[in-house]
């Protein structure tokens, strides 16, 4: 290969000079997006896919600095980047692929993001210029797949709540946070009256009909986006309300528990006109009152029980 010092720094010269190369034929077989930099991250050769994912022709690319592509004000992604071709110009490789921002021709502000990984070229492929080869994986729709996973993981299927899992993680999330800013923090527990009753009479499609309906009641009750309803379980429901007040949240059971006593048994079978009820337990943790997130839900359960066998049909709080 001829010395690349004799080389014009002209991007179409440049590519010129490599495109013979057996580096050159090896990355354009490669079916990843490739790119080759020299120790400042200076892109000296790419393949089509590179070019592709980039949004821009390859002869636009030849010459530019990947650093600079980089979207990140902090410069932290820079630094790794720089230190990664450190490395690996030692033949030290100590660091995983990361996750990058890329400005393109369509993500210009906000960045494509991609998975990045860096290490260093034989000798007898970059010549008498140290190069490195640089994989860029798109990780748009590795993203969209792992959100739509994630959502499917945490829902309940029937009711588009949140499930059980969910409800667990939010609230050890709201626990911190409101213990961190002294905030109060209520749970509200909701349990469908004689539901095994409904079940049994109606059938199990008009039981599925009724969960339903009250998962969109709920939905539709809630007070802000911070508030979290979970099918807690079968026939019950629960929930989360952060910076909620005991008395605030007293409140809104009293207007939920009004909007399912809305609901009735014709909603569901249009067999019967009886009226659906529920029963609930509202706690608060506010002032150190509950030493545990459990020892809320505790709480919580309690007062559920307590309104039940208290005759059902009504809220419990303390």
Known sequence: MQNRKNATSNPTQLFNFYKDSSLARMINFIN?????LDANGSIEMLNTNAANLLGNQRDAL?????????VDETGHVQSQ????????????????????????TEFKKSGL???????????????SNTLFLCILRDLTLHKAEYVSLKRKAETDYLTGLANRHRFADYLSEQWERCDEDNLPLSIIFIDIDHFKVFNDEYGHIAGDRCLKRIGETLSLSLPNRD?????????EFALILPNCS?????LLAIRIKRHLNQLSA?????????????????ATHDQNRYESKDA???AADTLLYQAKSQGRDQICYL
Do not use: W
């Not at 990843?32 to 080759?36: H, R, S, T």
């Not at 508030?227 to 026939?235: M, S």
């Not at 014709?266 to 509202?282: A, I």
């Open 296 to 298: 809320l839900l505790k």
């Open 81 to 104: 980047m720089m230190r990664c071709l450190t490395n690996a110009s030692s033949n030290i490789i100590d660091s995983p692929p990361f996750e990058v921002r890329l400005a393109t």
């Open 113 to 127: 993001s991609v998975e990045l990984s860096i290490s260093s070229l034989p000798e007898e492929l970059s010549s």
């Open 227 to 235: 508030t979290l309803a979970a099918r807690y379980g079968g026939e």
């Open 62 to 70: 030849l010459g530019e600095n990947l650093l600079e592509l980089a």
């Open 246 to 250: 005991a008395q605030t949240a007293q």
């Open 266 to 282: 014709r909603h569901f079978t249009m067999l019967s006109n009886s009226k659906l009820t529920v029963s609930m337990g509202v």
């Open 32 to 36: 990843e997006a490739v790119v080759v």
